[in-house]
């Protein structure tokens, strides 16, 4: 097909390169929450409505959530670790829209979300602690555990991925296949499955990255307690 046309089921087509839905969609989200986040926070004030009072409640949510887990300073990744379930939300659900399917059914895009966790982990770690504090972790309690530890960090990385893309996409092929053997007498109740499902596999995904980042930004303390 010529450039700029869009293709049959997958994606649209610039030139030499080829988008694809899953990019499509993962843009799409990101430029609605984007804009919702710039309409719904014009107008905040010392006076809370309905709209403000909601998203304070949500932020409350997630605050209190990261502090369960990592009770000092949990401030440090409310940003990453909000925006990720928010993202995750909204892109689990998107496969309840006629048409359209979830970018997390992909594992291309799931495996893009888990290289920005294992980047993050990494990150928050050698700024809290600086590169050797934090690298001295991979050698506790003994030198000969480096390989374990290396090869632990990659695996749990795919195994995010991994995981929230099987989810995601059994999800809809389930929810596909009651509605070609059922057809529409049981829409309701597969609606709910997906809503439920998506929320939860979200939670997890932006969980395990909470506990990766805090597991990080602690190891240098629990290396000295392990000496």
Known sequence: MNGGGLLDGGGVTLG???????VLYTWLIMAVLALACRLLTRRLGDDP??????????????????AQVMPDHPERVVPLVGTLWVFLVVANLLGIVP????????????????????????VFGVRYQGLRGYLRHYLSPSPILLPFNVIGEITRTVALAVRLFGNIMSLELTALLVLVVAGFLAPVPI??????????????????ALVYIAGGIASQRLTQQGE
């Open 16 to 22: 030499p390169v080829t988008l694809s839905d899953t």
């Open 49 to 66: 409505g309905m709209v403000q009072a909601a998203l304070e409640g949500i932020v409350e949510a997630i605050e209190g959530a990261v």
């Open 99 to 122: 048409g359209l399917h979830s970018p997390t059914g992909d594992l291309s895009a799931t495996a893009a979300l888990a290289f920005v966790v294992f980047v993050s982990v990494h």
């Open 191 to 208: 609606l709910m499955l997906h809503v439920i499902e998506a929320l939860v596999q979200a939670y997890i995904f932006g969980m395990l």
